[in-house]
């Protein structure tokens, strides 16, 4: 068995008293390191990044981005291990049968706390940290499944994070190994393919007509039919976006959606 090194970590809850709770029942405690606190989901995944902690408090109820969302934010390799925090047993039991570490209900009990502490330390200490990053990217790759399809997107800008909403999105165009969102006439960089997010959006909301094009179905205003199964879709800022012929079925789809 190896030497236990000090566990930095890393509280995430947006109720100050639930973070002052975890801090204080991990008063005394040598092993453990507290190197940061997060009120939100955003910040959490910011600081994760950044710090690289080895144990996160995560709470799953947060405003904008839960603790769920959060994960599904990072690589694999980036995500450490995992306590959730939460007030509902539903939440709890779901998340500790798909491969979450542990998990805590409120009121915290200052018993299973210790329990859940202990129980992470002595993973730590026996586990490989490969074998940590693969059972923490199963439990992100179960709750895509489960979502099936992306309600949000976070994008790296300026040194910040953004989350947006995808019905928020106008409309989309391939920039290489990126996709660049056009999102209330500013536009953000998403570092995924093309093929990577049409795969994890809803088909009934964005409709793929170019190869480099996709587009919210709620913006388009007109369809104007030029020739050989090419159209020019009209978007309700004034947009002119070009439908190949190669997705003359998507645009056939959409034309019968609104008949």
Known sequence: MTALRTIRALIVDDEPLGREGIRSLLTGDTDI?????CQDGLQAIAEIQALRPDL????????ECDGFGVLEALAPSEIPAVIFVTAYDKYALDAFAVHALDYLLKPLDASRFRFAVDRVKDHLRRAD???LHEKLARFVAELHDRQQYRTRIVVKAHGKLLLFRVEEIDWMESAGDYVNLHVRGEQHLLRETMAQIESKLDPALFLRIHRSTIVNVDRVKELEPLFRGQYIVKLRDGTRLTASRSYKKQIDRLLERSL
């Open 56 to 63: 996160v408090f995560l709470d799953i109820q947060m405003p």
């Open 33 to 37: 390191e507290v190197i940061s606190e």
């Open 129 to 131: 940290p490969g074998v």
